[in-house]
Protein backbone atom coordinates (compact mmCIF):
# COMPACT_ATOMS: atom_id res chain seq x y z
CA UNK A 1 0.00 0.00 0.00
CA UNK A 2 1.52 3.48 -0.75
CA UNK A 3 1.95 5.58 1.65
CA UNK A 4 1.56 9.55 1.59
CA UNK A 5 3.53 11.83 3.57
CA UNK A 6 3.02 16.19 3.31
CA UNK A 7 5.38 18.44 4.01
CA UNK A 8 5.81 22.00 4.06
CA UNK A 9 3.22 23.44 6.60
CA UNK A 10 3.57 26.29 9.06
CA UNK A 11 3.10 29.46 10.31
CA UNK A 12 3.01 32.50 7.70
CA UNK A 13 1.92 36.01 7.68
CA UNK A 14 -1.28 37.10 5.47
CA UNK A 15 -0.26 37.69 2.05
CA UNK A 16 2.68 35.13 2.39
CA UNK A 17 3.48 32.07 0.30
CA UNK A 18 3.90 28.39 1.24
CA UNK A 19 4.85 25.30 -0.79
CA UNK A 20 3.32 21.78 0.07
CA UNK A 21 5.08 18.52 -0.61
CA UNK A 22 3.80 15.04 -0.93
CA UNK A 23 6.07 12.35 -1.29
CA UNK A 24 4.64 8.93 -1.95
CA UNK A 25 6.51 5.27 -1.28
CA UNK A 26 5.45 4.24 -3.95
CA UNK A 27 4.09 4.82 -8.08
CA UNK A 28 1.66 7.21 -8.31
CA UNK A 29 1.69 7.93 -11.91
CA UNK A 30 -1.77 6.22 -12.26
CA UNK A 31 -3.50 8.17 -9.79
CA UNK A 32 -5.81 11.39 -9.70
CA UNK A 33 -3.97 13.43 -7.11
CA UNK A 34 -5.64 15.91 -4.48
CA UNK A 35 -5.05 18.41 -1.94
CA UNK A 36 -7.65 19.36 0.69
CA UNK A 37 -7.80 21.07 4.07
CA UNK A 38 -10.07 20.77 6.70
CA UNK A 39 -10.60 22.99 9.80
CA UNK A 40 -12.32 21.58 13.04
CA UNK A 41 -15.94 21.67 13.06
CA UNK A 42 -16.09 21.90 9.16
CA UNK A 43 -16.05 18.93 6.15
CA UNK A 44 -13.20 18.56 4.24
CA UNK A 45 -12.82 20.62 1.41
CA UNK A 46 -11.14 20.16 -2.32
CA UNK A 47 -8.23 22.51 -2.84
CA UNK A 48 -7.04 21.53 -6.09
CA UNK A 49 -6.75 18.22 -7.86
CA UNK A 50 -4.79 17.33 -11.04
CA UNK A 51 -5.48 14.36 -13.23
CA UNK A 52 -2.61 11.25 -13.81
CA UNK A 53 -0.56 12.99 -16.66
CA UNK A 54 -1.10 16.40 -15.34
CA UNK A 55 -3.29 17.75 -18.13
CA UNK A 56 -6.12 18.58 -16.06
CA UNK A 57 -6.40 20.35 -13.19
CA UNK A 58 -9.22 21.87 -10.84
CA UNK A 59 -9.27 24.17 -7.78
CA UNK A 60 -11.56 25.84 -5.63
CA UNK A 61 -13.17 29.12 -6.33
CA UNK A 62 -11.39 30.45 -2.94
CA UNK A 63 -7.78 29.75 -4.40
CA UNK A 64 -8.24 30.26 -7.70
CA UNK A 65 -5.34 32.35 -9.04
CA UNK A 66 -3.61 32.00 -5.76
CA UNK A 67 -2.73 27.91 -5.54
CA UNK A 68 -0.75 26.01 -8.20
CA UNK A 69 -1.30 22.32 -8.04
CA UNK A 70 1.86 20.24 -9.67
CA UNK A 71 2.94 16.72 -10.10
CA UNK A 72 6.27 14.97 -10.65
CA UNK A 73 5.11 11.21 -11.35
CA UNK A 74 9.18 10.36 -11.70
CA UNK A 75 10.12 11.12 -7.89
CA UNK A 76 6.37 10.25 -6.61
CA UNK A 77 5.46 13.79 -5.46
CA UNK A 78 2.83 16.01 -5.70
CA UNK A 79 3.09 20.25 -4.80
CA UNK A 80 1.07 22.91 -3.89
CA UNK A 81 2.83 26.73 -4.77
CA UNK A 82 0.35 28.93 -2.25
CA UNK A 83 0.54 32.71 -2.44
CA UNK A 84 -1.32 35.48 -1.38
CA UNK A 85 -2.31 33.41 1.50
CA UNK A 86 -5.56 34.79 3.78
CA UNK A 87 -6.19 33.99 7.36
CA UNK A 88 -9.10 31.85 6.30
CA UNK A 89 -6.55 29.53 3.75
CA UNK A 90 -5.73 28.08 7.95
CA UNK A 91 -6.42 24.51 8.34
CA UNK A 92 -5.05 20.93 8.04
CA UNK A 93 -3.90 20.14 3.97
CA UNK A 94 -4.22 16.72 3.18
CA UNK A 95 -2.69 14.83 0.04
CA UNK A 96 -4.82 12.28 -1.44
CA UNK A 97 -4.89 9.97 -4.30
CA UNK A 98 -7.47 8.38 -6.13
CA UNK A 99 -6.52 4.71 -6.58
CA UNK A 100 -9.20 3.85 -8.78
CA UNK A 101 -9.31 6.77 -11.96
CA UNK A 102 -6.51 8.60 -13.11
CA UNK A 103 -8.78 11.49 -14.63
CA UNK A 104 -10.87 13.99 -12.27
CA UNK A 105 -14.23 12.55 -12.12
CA UNK A 106 -16.36 14.48 -10.04
CA UNK A 107 -13.18 14.90 -7.55
CA UNK A 108 -14.44 14.79 -3.48
CA UNK A 109 -13.86 13.74 -0.02
CA UNK A 110 -15.35 10.45 -1.43
CA UNK A 111 -13.28 10.23 -4.44
CA UNK A 112 -10.15 9.99 -2.97
CA UNK A 113 -9.17 6.79 -1.11
CA UNK A 114 -5.71 6.89 0.06
CA UNK A 115 -4.88 9.82 2.42
CA UNK A 116 -1.73 11.57 4.25
CA UNK A 117 -1.72 12.50 7.56
CA UNK A 118 -2.05 16.04 7.13
CA UNK A 119 0.34 19.48 7.36
CA UNK A 120 -0.99 22.52 9.77
CA UNK A 121 -0.78 25.64 7.59
CA UNK A 122 -1.24 28.91 9.69
CA UNK A 123 -2.24 32.01 8.01
CA UNK A 124 -1.86 34.77 10.34
CA UNK A 125 -3.76 38.24 10.06
Known amino acids: QVQLVESGGGLVQTGGSLRLSCVASGPIARYAMAWFRQVPGKERELVAA????????TFADSVKGRFTISRDNAKNTLSLQMISLKPEDTAVYYC???????????????????WGQGTQVNVSS
Open 96 to 114: AADTFWGSLISPGPKTFDL
Open 50 to 57: ISSRGDDT
